[in-house]
């Protein structure tokens, strides 16, 4: 019986291997027929893409016109072009070119499409995997409705630095953590495959090493060692190639004095060398012109040369491309085997999608109209809404707050506020004001009829009027308990959204402190898109929760947290610092030869001499409304050799009232190495849920590959020796135990 089984495996994968092999040479040979009719023009044409004139999410440009540089070929892809309508309008445009190859339109669909949902760092805060990929799996069903064929999704940028404002769109600061995100993002665009009408090309960006921009500030320089390269900030890239994803893009900075548009070493050395991505590059929005900017090219047709030659197969809106590269070619600059190469990953992925059986797949009007208003889509944003709210601070047990309150006091900008809970990088729908509720809305909807709301908007978000200050106090002196919903603006963290100084913006944390004074219970509630520092409210306030924005559904996921029909349980994916001096702050540092031993130890160490040493909020942390223990850690042996497994187990107790999730963490050091080592490492987490009064025990494993990390010379490695495991709730609160890894 076994054998026939293991031949009817053996038959059937054998039937599905034999497919994919003649799919991928009847797909090279319609591919090598094409590419043979092609002109230049034509070929170069693929290679240069261009955006509508109307929803830009890059400085506006004007051309000429531009349908007829589609029916010559002139354009191989559009963005900022969605609706079944007018896609189908533009491709039948296409079809009137000479060999009708059809045009790809590509979208930024960040965090959603139709339904929003929370903000790709917000995601992140829920540390659940099938949550972030049903996500991206929902934003893919939606844009593919409405004719989009590819998503500028997702960004796997490492962020250190919260000034940075696109810290938003990805997922913090841990390696491991955002590689799981990035792999998660990756399946839930692309679905199970393309050809499926509801899959969509994923777009991992940038590439690379945006994240570390100096200062914090958007498009600005990078300069970093080769080895924190390989081993923060390449690790999400390597982890959404090697999930599949379609396409990757350049990022604007230069890294190490090279423009990464004009990078060989990032996009032949690595990306399509090492990594062996068969796949297309495609340029951020002007990167390949901005190389003049940078003073690396001395005009567009250098930077066109470069940037060819580095590797990057579309330029998106510089036209150096579609201006320059034939005059290149014909000059034996660029060679024709570049632009062929180009060429061809650019017209797979086409062929891939099925546009060239059809290329209006995916203009269908009626099937956007299906998804227009999907219920299912509705009630998962409210879910993943829910899952991204990090409870901060919980004194006396403040909240859950119960419905049968007798007035509730709500204070603060965002109360009423309802476009601003969909976030940056968000679409603006005419009916909005119907499907995303206020949280107001929200908070009317759940309570009984014995409860009454008193509202004080108190002070606008950014300006310093505090005209509105007595009308909140009075109406905290009249309720029961107050909520203040506070933050930034929807487009204060984004691209060119960087800001020096990270505090509650305008007077906010004034009006905080005027309510507290009143001594009634206070409930902060802070929505945004980074780490805010907020140090007086995180002190004297009792409950603190932090809201992000959270998505059409956002309001009503709140509402459910501060009642209690959701136990928040979200984990912090970025350290949250004291001041903007503390920064960049992240885990998992080096120790120095001088660490500080103490909270307050100055003393001719590594600190700061007016400052804590800790910062305000470590990574992985969150509270719920219930309490976890966490029993010591159990090994399996003290001691492994390469090819043995470790395994560590702990005990989860649940002791508080209320049943709950935790994210249960483990972290390891390398006490000694041939290069210093982090002092922490996240190697592995588990969300598992806890019904109160019971416990649940978490098992780990890891062998010498888990331990491994790039020497001096590069060399991914494993070195014996002492470590250190750690297993909690979060980077600094932890049970510990030992083991050595031998020869």
Known sequence: ???????????????????????????????????????????????NQYSSDFAVTGPITKDGDKQTQ?????????????????????????????????????????????????????????????????????????ASAAGIHWTFAPMVDIGRDPRWGRVMEGAGEDPYLGSLIAKARVNGFQGKGFGNTDAVLACVKHFAAYGAAVGGRDYNSVDMSPRMLYETYLPPFKAAAEAGAATFMNSFNDLNGIPATGSRFLQRDILKGQWKFKGFVVSDWGSVGEMVNHGYAKDNYEAAMLAANAGSDMDMESRA???????????????????????????????????????????????????????????????????????LKNEQQTLPLSKQTKKIALVGPLVKAIKEHLGFWSYDWDDDSARVPSLYQSIQNKIGNNTQLLYAKGCELTDSSRSGFAAAVDAANQSDVVVIYVGETRNMSGEAKSRSNIHLPGVQEELIKAVAATGKPVIVLIAAGRPLVFNWTAEHVPAI????????????????VLFGDYNPSGKLPMTFPRSEGQIPVYYNHYNTGRPAKTETDFNYVSAYTDLRNSPQYPFGFGLSYTKFQYSDIQLNKLAIKPGETLTATVTVTNNGNYDGEEVVQLYIRDVTGSVVRPVKELKGFKKIKINKGESKQVQFTLTANDLRFYNERLQYIYEPGEFRLFIGGNSRDLQEAKFELKK
């Open 545 to 560: 929760l932090y809201t992000w924005w959270l998505g059409t559904k956002g309001a009503d996921a709140i509402a459910d």
């Open 321 to 391: 491309y579609v201006q320059h590269l034939p005059r290149l070619v014909r000059e034996g600059k660029v060679k024709m085997s570049v632009v062929d190469d180009a060429l061809r990953r650019i017209l797979r992925k086409k062929y891939e999608l099925g546009l060239f059986a059809d290329p209006y797949k995916f203009s269908n009007v009626q099937r956007e109209k299906e998804q227009w208003n999907n219920p299912q889509h509705l009630a998962a944003s409210k879910e993943v809404a829910a899952k991204s709210i990090v409870l």
């Open 70 to 142: 589609v029916r010559k070929g002139m354009i191989g892809s559009y963005l900022n072009v969605t609706g079944a309508e007018r896609t189908r309008s533009l491709q039948e445009i296409a079809m009137q070119s000479r060999l009708k190859i059809p045009l790809l339109f590509g979208q930024d669909v960040i965090h959603g499409y139709r339904t929003i949902f929370p903000l790709p760092l917000a995601e992140a805060a829920s540390w659940d995997l099938e949550a972030i990929e049903l996500s991206a799996r929902i934003a893919a069903i939606e």
């Open 1 to 47: 019986m076994k054998r026939v089984a293991l031949l009817l495996c053996f038959s059937f994968s054998s039937a599905v291997l034999f497919a994919q092999v003649t799919n991928e040479v009847k797909m090279n040979r319609f591919l090598d027929s094409l590419i043979r009719l092609m002109t230049l023009e034509e070929k170069i044409g693929q290679m």
